[in-house]
Structures are given as C-alpha cells and as structure tokens.
C-alpha cells in the first residue's frame, strides 16, 4: 500500500531512512524537509580536516539531494521546518526565498538531530568563540586559522570532541588548552585508569590541560582574549565551547513524551507515543542493553541503525532494534582508546554489584620486534557474572575486539564463557594467550 512519508532532517539518521525506504519500497512518496544546505556531513571526521591529516572536506559527504532525488524522494534544502499538526497530520515548513509549504503525511520521520549546549557565560558572543557541528562550523574555524594573530587555542570540554579538535589545533602549530570542570578527560566513557592513559598522551604532545577548573567569563574587547575560570585565567585568540549536546526536540511541541534530557521517547520501533509519527538519531533515546533500559546515547552508528529500523517500521515491515551497547573508540597521536556497556564508575553510580578484571601485555609475542602494550578492563556483575562494560587502549588497531565485547553484552554473556573461548592465534596479530583470555581467566 503506498504511503506518503516525510522524513524531518537529512543528517545520518535521515539519510539511512530515506535511503533505506527508496532502496526497499519503491511505491511509496517520500518528502524531506532540512534547515541545512547540505546532507550527510559526518562530524566525527571533523577534526581530521581541521588538523589537515585529510586533505578537504569532500569525503566527509556520503550523500547529496541529486543522489536521493535520483532515486524517487523530493529533498527540500535550507527549509527550516516551523511547525507540525499532529492531528492533522501536516508539516508546514519555509524555503530560504520564504516560500511557504503544506505538506500531509501517512507517516512521519523525525531527525531533527542534536544542538550544541552554549553555556550561560559572560562573553560567550564574542569573536572567535565558536561552536564545531555542522560542515559550516568547521569551515569557519579553517577559514579563521588562516589568521595568523590566532595562536591560542581554548577547547572548553574534554569529551571526544573536544580532545580530538585539542590535537587538531596543535597539528596546525597552535598553543592548546583543554579546560573541563571534571578532573579528567573523556570521563563519560573510561574509568580513570584509562582516562590518566589518554592525559599523558595530551600533555606529552604539548597540550596544556586545566582539569577540575569551571570557566566563569570569556574576555576581550570584540573579540575574545582570555578565559577566566575559577582557578585561573588563559590567553585565548579562539575558544571552542565543546561541553556537549542537547537533543533538538522543538518541532515535538510538549505532544511526543520526551526524557530526562528532552529526547523524544522512543519504542523498540523507533515510535514516538504519537502513531505513525517515528523519532531517530540524536533526537530520540535508544535501549541500551548494558542497563536494559531506554538511555540516551548519540552516536553516529546509533543514528545509522535507528534510521535503517524506523524506515522499515513505516513502510508495514515490523522490525525491533536490537538495542545498543553505546561501542565507541577515539585515536589521539595514534594512542586508540575503545570502550563498550558501562563502565565500574557508572554500574556502581547504577547500585549495580559491579567488579572488574583488568590485564596489560604485549600485544604480539615477544619475539615480534614491531610490538605495543595492550590494556584491558573487563566490568561484569559479581553476582550474575554477566559482562556489562569494556575498555581497551593500546598503540595497536585492536578496535576489531570491542565488536565481540558489545555482542557479548546483547546477548548477555557471562564473564566465564570467555575464559576459554576459542580466539585464535597468530604471531602477526597476538598471543596464544590472548590478552581477552588473559583477562577473563583472572576474574574471581
């Protein structure tokens, strides 16, 4: 049965949807409304093109309007949607010329994505203090490095983002400070054993880190010259303000229930408590496994399936996600940090009875001359003995090992299947007594 769909927002969740419904169920009219002038930029490679180890912006776009229009759907760029009638069932939406639209729906796709949080400082309108989301962001902050007064370099925020733009800025010969009112870096994903890894990988390539410190005002006369927090302050040619983002659910009007943060509330459908109106990518919850319970969790390989399982969802086709593990990796200096599930800081904050197993060796055996040190921590529930979390660091690729640790939290696995699990052996890649095993036999 044809249905007309409208799909709100061509970011990641928005393309997988709109690819995935014309690639599967051609008789259907899909419509797509975006604020944005271009479709699918992936900001996780962001830093990369700002810290020039790739060489422009071009294969950070997976899709474009023409490709999607090629394949049967109207794409309307730059036209912000103003509002929905959810009882009528109609977007109506404005074009960049004013052109106003009406359009009716069978069925409704939100992906209306994420906005960066601004904190409420003083100064925070200033020159050169800049958000980094979207390709004009970071095409803006390229364009500004070019000056060569721009020397100091403020990265407010010691999440994923904000380190891996701390090391692009220093890649490009500038002077970087990474501020963070926690005690350390990218404490939403490792425990501080991990955490101290990746600290003294920032400061041993130069980055100037004031940790537990809360910026108060931003200065400067026009443009910004200096951050002050309640411990200091920090000569600052630009700051980036990257504390993180908040799910961008206006067009959900107080009719679609929302969480603790304001993402819409989804099912296992990717449906919103409104029929036939579904909710995807950063602006929705998804079911996080390692609590088995709806989380919020923005991730671009979230937004990616989340996308694939409302599309299917909306063309009559029932198919449940099957949750997440919010697996996720960054490489800084070619230092690679993985993690997956919870780690003991979160089970605990949870009242989960949560021990962990942890273990460092060599990579390879060691006769391998070409050989880095891997670190592993293994979390599980010291009662049911299920797998809830892990993290890896090493020098090495070894991100292909979060893939089993994420599935081995799915599905629930215990942490002594994993002791003599069958994981092969070869010189080139590892030990005979891998570091997994390794880890796994030393569980109490």
């Known amino acids: 049965m044809m249905s007309k769909i409208i799909v709100i927002g061509a970011n990641h969740a928005g393309t997988a949807a709109l690819n995935t419904i014309l690639d599967n169920y051609k008789d259907n009219e899909i419509i797509s409304f975006d604020a944005n002038s271009n479709i699918s930029f992936l900001g996780c490679g962001m830093a990369l093109w700002i810290g020039k180890q790739i060489s422009g912006p071009e294969g950070l776009f997976y899709s474009t309007k023409e490709k999607l229009e090629e394949k049967g759907a109207k794409i309307y760029m730059e036209t912000p949607v103003d509002s929905i009638d959810y009882n009528k069932k109609c977007v109506y939406a404005t074009g960049k010329d004013g052109t106003k639209y009406e359009e009716t729906y069978d069925k409704l796709i939100l992906a209306t994505g994420s906005v960066p949080i601004v904190p409420d400082v003083e100064g925070k309108d200033l020159e050169n203090v800049q958000m980094v989301k979207l390709y004009q962001n970071a095409q803006d902050v390229i364009e500004k490095l070019k000056d060569e007064s721009i020397q100091n370099v403020v990265v407010v925020g010691a999440g994923y983002i904000g380190v891996e733009l701390a090391e692009a800025f220093k890649r490009c010969g500038k002077s970087v400070t990474v501020i963070d009112c926690v005690d350390t870096c990218l404490a939403g994903y490792y425990d501080p054993e991990f955490t101290e890894g990746m600290k003294k990988n ?35 040619d630009m700051v ?101 599930g919870l780690t003991l800081t979160k089970a605990k904050k949870l009242g989960i009875n949560a021990v962990v197993t942890d273990f460092e060796d060599l990579q390879k055996p060691a006769f391998i001359e070409k050989n880095n040190t891997v670190k592993i921590r293994i979390v599980y529930d010291a009662d049911s003995r299920i797998v809830l979390g892990a993290q890896m660091a090493s020098e090495y690729d070894i991100s292909m090992g979060l893939h089993m640790f994420s599935l081995a939290i799915q599905e629930k696995v215990t942490i002594d299947k994993l002791k003599l699990l069958d994981l092969f052996f070869l010189p080139h890649f590892n030990q005979p007594y891998s570091y997994i095993a390794m880890a796994a036999l030393k569980a109490e």
């Not at 599309?311 to 200096?333: D, L, T």
């Open 202 to 236: 920032l400061e041993k390539n130069g980055i100037q880190l004031a940790f537990g410190e809360t910026v108060q005002k931003l200065s400067g006369n026009k443009k910004v010259e200096m951050v002050i927090t309640d411990k200091g302050s920090y000569k600052a």
């Open 240 to 340: 980036i303000l990257a504390i993180g983002f908040r799910p961008n659910n206006k067009l959900g009007d107080g009719k679609i229930d929302v969480f603790r943060n304001g993402a819409f509330i989804v099912d296992k459908h990717q449906q919103t408590n409104i029929p036939d109106v579904y909710a995807i990518g950063d602006c929705a919850t998804v079911y996080d496994n390692s609590i088995d319970d709806f989380n919020y969790i923005a991730l671009a390989s979230n937004a990616v399936r989340s996308g694939i399982v409302a599309a299917h969802n909306c063309c009559g086709n029932p198919i449940e996600s099957a949750g997440v593990q919010g697996s996720n990796g960054i490489s800084i200096w070619g230092y690679n940090m993985l993690s997956t």
